[in-house]
């Protein structure tokens, strides 16, 4: 049975999410961040960057939030929640996939970042940041407005994979949707899946983390 | 035929490097850096993001580094530059892959952003962040000094998604790798390559842009 190493409200909940989808069993270790919000030791006699998640399966002891998404996919997924190559929607399901951690990870990030620090309204460089950053959700709304997932009329990992900047992330960050009426519906929908809800449980959380944006809706 | 539209000195020619391993046709049309260092309109109207790479192959138009090694990997690839589902190796191919993005790009532009603005030595999350590249750099050097490629005995797409930031990125940022003769070994073996020669060339390159790291060798 593959083990998760979980660190609490963090990325790592992703794979019970992706596990609970696929009715998979697993046996999870939470462990709560040290004081510095840093990952305890455990993550870095795990694996050599110390972070979270870490699965093993057997002999294999794998990091990276997308490898270990792969890996459980490919491995015990029998083609459930991704598009196969060839397939209608392959190409979309493959962006979305990569774009989670590829483009939207480091924007999310930075504009956490400068959230903290309260970049002035009229520094230049945080001004064009906060224009990339609506790039980001302006191109993601409109196609979860058009569409019912992100790859399309099938719930995918490119959607578990692309949900935790507005979820647990967005709990930390003053992230305002009301522009994106069709992000919010993304999440609602989200947030209606019994895999979604089982994992948030398991995961430590008391709610939805994606809450927050839906009650002004 | 895919057409790769690439931007000179960007991590697009990561595309190129692929195609010419496979040795498949393309249709390259590289443009130069705005005076600002962003992209030039032409890639806004391609995608939303406005990003370098993207590829058109038929209807399909596609952006994101490891979205199009994917995609061009699995339909056109026959199995080849990759550890497929199942074969020894497997976790090792997925990880290094996925870690190209995720964790190792992240850290190598915090590492770039404060060589330019030249973090006091005594700022101590300055020194957290730089213990941390450490960590990556030393993970790394380990791998490669231990077995030919990053996913084991075999030349594959990890190897060409993790050069990037020792290569082309690696002239904008103090990286000393002196202390890495594994990965100082590892980089001479991918510059050995008659495809990555090519494809340097066709991306604009007089020479391998890792050749500095080579010259104190």
Redesign the interface.
């Known amino acids: 049975m593959i083990v998760i190493h979980h660190l609490l409200v963090s990325q790592s909940e992703r794979i019970i999410w992706l596990m609970e989808e696929l009715g998979l069993p697993y046996d999870l270790r939470s462990y709560p961040r040290e004081p510095t919000m840093a990952a305890p030791p455990i993550f870095r006699a795990l694996h050599?960057?110390?972070?979270a998640p870490v699965i093993e399966?057997g002999d294999?002891v794998?990091?990276?939030?997308?490898?270990i998404m792969?890996?459980i996919l490919?491995?015990y997924g029998h083609g459930r929640l991704r598009v196969v190559?060839?397939a209608s929607g392959?190409?979309d399901y493959?962006?979305w996939?990569?774009?989670s951690?590829?483009?939207l990870?480091?924007r999310a990030?930075q504009h956490m970042g400068a959230a903290r620090t309260q970049a002035a309204d009229e520094d230049p460089r945080a001004a064009a940041q906060r224009e990339r950053f609506r790039?980001?959700l302006?191109?993601i709304d409109?196609r979860v407005a058009r569409h019912e997932w992100l790859a399309g009329d099938v719930f995918t990992a490119a959607d578990i994979a692309c949900h935790f900047p507005f979820g647990t992330m967005s709990q930390f960050a003053t992230l305002d949707l009301s522009d994106y009426p069709g992000i919010r519906g993304w999440l609602g929908r989200i947030g209606a899946r019994p895999a979604f809800q089982r994992a948030m449980r398991a995961a430590g959380h008391a709610r939805d983390p994606a809450a927050h944006h839906l009650d002004t809706q």
């Open positions: 050599p960057l110390g972070q399966d294999v794998l990091a990276e939030t997308l490898a792969t890996y490919e491995l190559a060839g392959f190409a493959v962006y996939f990569h774009y951690i590829g483009g990870m480091p990030m790039w980001h302006a191109m409109a």
